[in-house]
């Protein structure tokens, strides 16, 4: 059986960096969409330039194409009034995943977020990465940016869209079926729930084939050529890519990502690009990182400078320091807030996607990226990265860190001790 998480060839990837790049292409394919529109986002903030992708959600369901809209608990603890009313006319299908209820966070299994940003349009074209659903300079945690935040995501055509629309029906279906059984509707939830198992017989397997293709309702009356529709080749950037969706979940898919990043790193001669948001990385992750740098590889990191909280901000420094000390190249993001969860190694091994090398990501939150071996890919990637830490990110000194006022140390360490203690009450060693 082939496994997902393997590269496979044939795709057409187009790196697209912040908001301002995404959303007009979100809007683009969701207005051209003809069956169904299908997007997961952690935040959806429905203001600034994020109006773009709701109206554009709100335009496809009035025309009849079957829209579906998952948002997290936590990230969106609630869409505005205005916009369950216009979707409701519309026609958009919106869920929220794991809404916390009355205690909250209080209860340790609530910290398993939606965390992953991915959309489908028609299952031909998908979307990939670390950007929510929000305007590039408005922050949930520092408020209005005096420039947008840098993050990243990926345009992606071929193979591994179906794999983003097998695990975004699963999810769909999952919910649903937990809908059904708190209004009391077994039946329905049981016929529900079924539908979220992996597709595994010939008839489901032809149920879904009839939703993407159209073969079972046509949305549209207009007489366009459905064979050039799903033919027409848009410019991706990188044509013929290897590339694999990589997923994060707490079933079948606990460590993939994980792994896929200590794989790269242990290959690694060269050079190892980094930048990540929310960077407290276990014990198996830190040490591929000093072996890397003790093996002569350049190892590089451009991590969030901003203090969001205290967790996010202190529990990091421990870590940074230890990594320094081995030799490791650690910048902070000057100009803006850091969001992107990107990685190059070696020029030859590169992944795009929403996770971050912290426990909540890689322990407890679902997750996706797309990972490439293509190396025209990756050296683009790898040039954008190598600007943005040799002009954009001021260079942490170890000597510094170390020497800062007891209190502040001790603040980090207690930050340090407290999140490990957290984990351990979700069953998680870190």
């Known amino acids: 059986m082939r496994s997902p998480s393997v590269p496979r060839p044939g795709h057409q990837l187009l790196l697209l960096e912040g908001g301002n ?67 409701a006319a519309a026609g958009v299908r919106w869920r929220v995943y794991a809404p916390l209820g009355r205690l909250g966070l209080l209860i340790p299994s609530r910290w398993r ?79 529900a729930f079924k539908e979220a ?14 939703v993407y293709t159209g073969m079972a309702t046509r949305v549209n009356s207009d007489a366009e050529d459905e064979s050039a529709v799903l033919a027409s080749d848009v410019p991706m950037g990188v044509n013929d890519a290897r590339a694999a969706l990589l997923l994060r979940d707490n079933v079948s898919h606990r460590h993939d990502i994980e792994r896929a990043y200590l794989k790269a790193l242990g290959a690694a001669r060269q050079d190892i690009v980094i930048a990540n948001a929310y960077f407290i990385p276990g014990r198996k992750l830190r040490k591929a990182l000093t ?59 590169a992944t795009v996607g ?10 407890l939150a679902r997750e996706a990226n797309v990972a490439t071996t293509d190396r025209r890919f990756a050296a683009l990637l790898h040039q954008r990265l190598d600007a943005l830490v040799e002009h954009a990110g001021q260079k942490l000194d170890g000597k510094v860190l170390a020497n800062r006022p007891w209190h502040q140390r001790a603040l980090d360490r207690l930050a340090f001790v407290v999140m490990r203690t957290m984990l351990f009450l979700t069953g998680h060693r870190y």
């Open 21 to 87: 790049a995404l959303f007009p292409a979100l809007a683009e394919a969701m207005d051209a969409a003809r069956r169904v529109v299908h997007l997961e986002t952690y935040i959806f903030h429905f203001a600034g330039s994020a109006l773009m992708v709701a109206e554009a959600l709100e335009r496809a369901a009035r025309r009849g194409v079957l829209v579906r809209l998952v948002v997290d608990g936590v990230g969106t603890p609630e869409v505005p009034a205005e916009w369950q009313r216009r979707f």
């Open 113 to 191: 977020r939606l965390h992953r940003k991915l959309c489908v349009v028609d299952g031909t074209v998908g979307f990939c990465g670390g950007i929510n659903i929000i305007d590039d300079q408005d922050d949930v945690a520092l408020g209005r940016l005096s420039a947008p935040r840098l993050d990243f995501s990926l345009r992606v055509a071929g193979p591994l869209v179906d794999d983003m629309v097998e695990t975004m029906e699963q999810l769909w279906w999952r919910l649903q079926a937990v809908r059904k059984a708190r209004q009391r509707e077994f039946r329905a939830a049981w016929e």
């Open 197 to 210: 198992q992996p597709v595994g017989d010939f008839s489901r397997l032809l149920r879904k084939i009839e």
């Open 291 to 349: 072996m890397a740098a003790a093996r002569g590889v350049r190892v590089r990191l451009m991590m969030q400078g901003r203090y969001e909280n205290f967790f996010q901000y202190r529990a990091a420094r421990p870590v940074y320091q230890k990594l320094i000390d081995a030799g490791v190249d650690i910048r902070e993001y000057a100009p803006s807030s850091l969001h992107a969860k990107v990685a190059v190694v070696d020029k030859a091994w």
């Open 354 to 363: 929403s996770t971050n090398l912290d426990p909540l990501s890689l322990l």
